[in-house]
């Protein structure tokens, strides 16, 4: 077999296997919306603009960064069958050490810490 051709399916297995690969849409979609829905009562709605700033997701458990005029926070997700759940949404902390309050298990914690740029 030649290395192109090798190198094709090495691509095709790891596309298949899904690593590597970004979250689907779908998912980033559901947090946005489980975040803005948790966040109505502070004014935020599908129209503010560039609420969401970042998303990552570590197996069940996301994280996002949200920025609404002058405040900013993140909130906890946990994918609960097939919704994500918001288990905080706040400010207050920057750390693996908040997310691990919020049941995130630790070393998926410090994973989302360091994918967000908070601190380990």
């Known amino acids: 077999m030649k290395r192109m051709e090798l190198a094709a399916i090495a691509t095709l297995a790891i ?3 899904g690593l590597g ?12 919306k489980s975040v803005i829905h948790h966040m109505e009562p502070a004014g ?3 129209t503010t603009p560039q609420f969401i700033r970042e998303i990552a997701i570590e197996d069940r458990y996301a994280v996002a960064l949200w920025v609404l005029g002058e405040a900013g926070g993140t909130a906890t997700l946990q994918k609960k069958g097939d ?4 288990l ?3 400010g207050g902390w920057n750390s693996a050490g908040g997310l691990i309050d919020e049941g995130v298990p630790k070393a998926i914690a410090h994973r989302l810490a360091r994918d967000v740029g908070m601190s380990g």
């Open 44 to 46: 935020v709605t599908r």
């Open 21 to 32: 690969a970004s979250p689907p849409d779908s998912d980033l979609c559901s947090i946005e």
């Open 88 to 90: 905080y949404a706040g």
């Open 15 to 17: 596309a298949f296997l």
């Open 83 to 86: 919704k994500w759940v918001v």
